[in-house]
């Protein structure tokens, strides 16, 4: 969410980003916001003017009273009484503004960097650079629920039974595959001085709203019925969600977490056969990285973390390219992101593994988390997250890429120590 003043003072700018965002419909409510705001503001004046009418002549009746002065004391209760119904009206006017202006806020974009890439949609992403030599093996790659299937290490047609499509069982070698990778992962990130939590699972309407846009929720989030409760999308939601309404000092940032989670997804709509198996699920276990900072300081989180999820990777001997979203694929409430893809030998492509975001201070904004700034006073914090890993769609990239042409897995060297020892899968 914007600050209403950059709105005020410089409408033209967020118009302009509207339109790099291509979403020329929200253009119209940049000129609402202002026009709502213009009322707001003389609405709240003149309540206020009318406030220290009303306590000036309040105490006129006191003086009236004393002096036995009743019909005095009676006309200016009724003027009183006038100014309290006015002030009552007002009052409902600013709440219905208030309530108006916060609904276009919340859907007007963030500014995005000046660095990102102007597009219409991911076709149109750009990308930063590849790490690791593609590599496509003489023998051929099979689908990874074949491989998997072959390894005794899923079962689709059971989860279809309990639970329905686009959930899985895991079993085995496999299942233990998928616990080592997050082990390892929150052992990586602790190396390198995030520290661990596991958060809440579920989280409240308020917290949906500050950490992500309406677009978003409606199209991920499950809500528990009969409670203000949402199933977490991320450990993200509910990480951001745990600084709501705090004031640090500077000297408690910056705040660098890594935290476990399963996820809960809708995922809506129809997707291609790549896309599904265990690619696409309602239902998945992340590792993820947070971070809440000075905004001075989140450029360089940024590239941090991007470069975390490369490294993680990279160790596994898997290739991996960064591609940075253009204008018309980046969330509202983003700055600037980079999606970390995966290359994949049966496709002989690359695909979305992890997505780095820096939020500027959309999300503390809408969520009141402030800094005390010796210069600045009180100001907004900046958040950003990045995907350490998360399995299973993990998994496809790294079955692919560790394929032997016998069937087996190849386990590398940091994760044996999950494995019991194993050097292969088989």
Not at 204 to 227: A, P
Not at 251 to 266: D, W
Request: with cysteine.
């Amino acid at each position: 969410m914007l600050d209403i003043k950059m709105i005020r003072s410089n409408p033209e700018l967020v118009k302009e980003n509207i339109k790099k965002k291509f979403q020329d419909q929200k253009l119209v409510m940049v000129d609402e916001v202002i026009e709502m705001d213009t009322e707001f503001r003389a609405a709240k004046t003149r309540g206020d003017d009318l406030r220290g009418q009303r306590n000036a002549i309040s105490k006129e009746i006191g003086g009236y009273m004393a002096k036995g002065m009743k019909e005095e004391a009676e006309k200016t209760k009724e003027k009183v009484a006038a100014i309290g119904k006015e002030l009552a009206e007002l009052e409902v006017r600013e709440q219905e503004l208030a309530d108006k202006i916060r609904e276009r806020m919340l859907v007007i974009p963030n500014i995005i960097d000046d660095s990102v890439p102007i597009g219409k949609d991911d076709s149109e992403n750009v990308e930063v650079e590849k790490f690791g030599e593609p590599f496509v093996p003489a023998f051929e790659v099979p689908y990874h629920v074949e491989i998997m299937e072959k390894l005794k290490g899923i079962d689709l047609e059971s989860a279809r039974k309990t639970s329905g499509n686009g959930f899985y069982y895991l079993r085995g070698d496999i299942a233990r595959l998928h616990s080592g990778i997050l082990s390892y992962a929150r052992d990586f990130m602790i190396d390198r001085g995030f520290e661990y939590y596991i958060p809440p699972y579920m989280i409240r309407s308020e917290v949906v709203t500050g950490v992500m846009s309406f677009t978003e929720m409606e199209n991920m989030m499950y809500k528990i019925e009969g409670e203000d409760l949402y199933l977490i999308g991320t450990s993200e939601h509910s990480m951001i969600g745990k600084f709501i309404d705090t004031l640090m000092d500077e000297e408690e940032l910056p705040q660098a977490m890594t935290s476990y989670s399963p996820c809960f997804r809708k995922e809506v709509g129809a997707h291609g056969i790549e896309e599904r198996g265990v690619y696409r699920i309602h239902q998945f276990e992340k590792q993820e990285m947070i971070v809440v900072c000075n905004p001075e300081e989140s450029p360089i989180w940024f590239d941090k973390l991007y470069n975390n999820t490369i490294d993680f990777f990279r160790t596994l001997d898997i290739p991996v390219r960064a591609l940075e979203c253009c204008s018309g694929d980046l969330a509202d409430l983003k700055v600037k992101s980079i999606d970390v893809e995966a290359w994949s030998p049966r496709q002989q492509k690359y695909f979305e593994v992890g997505s780095c975001s820096n939020l500027g201070d959309a999300q503390a904004r809408r969520l009141g988390i402030r800094v005390r700034n010796k210069e600045q006073g009180n100001i907004f914090a900046h958040t950003l997250n990045n995907t350490v890993v998360a399995p299973p769609r993990m998994l496809i990239a790294f079955l692919e890429n560790n394929l032997q042409e016998d069937g087996s897995i190849k386990i590398p060297k940091p994760l044996q120590m999950y494995m019991g020892g194993k050097e292969f899968i088989r």
